[in-house]
């Protein structure tokens, strides 16, 4: 059974920095495609980072280069969304999302992913 889990969400300040991590365990692969979205209050879901099961990074929002990056840790199975200067139009819930294909490619649509975690919240608030 898949499970997915987000954690190191809550509360920053503006120009703040905070660190996401989606644990993932139970897939056919060790290491599959996943990928980080959000989803502020009224707004559709959007992509913003996908890293491929061999470790490419794809970059799905281009206003967030040079603040925001992702990487995957091999030993804890997860993988990390590091966000810098955080804005407060940058407050939403933030889902991992994985892709039950073997070498899929990453992709900025939801329907593309299988699995979701539960969302964590990031607010950023002075």
């Known amino acids: 059974q898949v499970h997915i889990e987000e954690s190191g969400g809550g509360l920053v300040q503006p120009e703040g920095s905070l660190t996401l991590t989606c644990t993932v365990s139970?897939?056919?692969?060790?290491?599959?495609?996943t990928a980080w979205f959000r989803q502020a209050p009224g707004k559709e879901r959007e992509g913003l980072f996908c890293?491929?099961?061999?470790?490419?990074?794809?970059n799905l929002k281009d206003s967030l280069k040079g603040r925001f990056t992702v990487s995957r840790d091999h030993a804890k199975h997860s993988v990390n969304l590091q966000m810098t200067g955080l804005k407060p139009e940058d407050a939403a819930v933030y889902y991992c999302?994985?892709?039950?294909?073997?070498?899929?490619?990453?992709?900025?649509?939801?329907?593309?992913?299988?699995?979701w975690g539960q969302g964590i919240q990031v607010t950023v608030s002075s």
């Open positions: 139970g897939t056919p692969m060790d290491y599959p495609t």
């Open positions: 890293i491929s099961d061999t470790d490419e990074i794809t």
């Open positions: 999302a994985v892709d039950r294909d073997f070498h899929a490619l990453c992709s900025g649509l939801s329907v593309d992913y299988e699995y």
